[in-house]
């Protein structure tokens, strides 16, 4: 579940407010779709995430995350699956214009702290990447955008892939 922090952005030499946003998404496993995560392809991954957009759950995770924090509702309500303009879309795009959003309600994102739960592919060969995509689709310092990966232990629907 990414945690996610921002600032309102203060006018003149007023105090600046800290929000947190807390995200989560998940998608079904199957096969013919390739598996994205924070704008990065796996190509060795034997299943990809089914959805309506690329089905990136990382950055919808962190679009959910931003939307809470800023008070302006849920992924769903801004890209809806019943909307064929949403139809393949690449996930940081649609950040970008959730980015937008917070931008028109003066606020910046500071931080990200995010938690894939996978049991396979490993996530740490592609993690750097992940950063740096997710970083550069945020416009933050990569030192500010943090990827953790775990695993369900053989135990739930995480368990089972």
């Not at 937008?100 to 739960?117: F, P, Y």
Request: charged fraction near 25%.
């Amino acid at each position: 579940m990414p945690r996610t922090r921002m600032s309102d952005v203060p006018a003149n030499d007023a105090p600046s407010v800290t929000r947190s946003g807390l995200g989560w998404d998940s998608h079904r496993l199957v096969a013919g779709r390739p598996l994205i995560l924070g704008g990065v392809s796996f190509p060795d991954a034997e299943l990809g995430l089914e959805g309506h957009s690329d089905a990136d759950v990382l950055t919808h995770a962190i679009i959910d995350a931003l939307l809470g924090a800023a008070g302006l509702g849920d992924i769903g309500g801004h890209f809806p699956d019943d909307d064929d303009a949403h139809k393949d879309a690449d996930s940081l795009k649609l950040l970008g214009q959730v980015l937008g959003a917070l931008s028109a309600e003066r606020l910046r994102v500071v931080h990200i702290d995010a938690t894939v739960l996978m049991e396979r592919p490993k996530l740490a060969p592609r993690r750097d990447a992940i950063r740096d995509r997710l970083a550069q689709a945020l416009a933050l310092d990569r030192r500010c955008v943090n990827v953790k990966a775990s695993t369900g232990e053989g135990m739930g629907f995480v368990g089972r892939r």
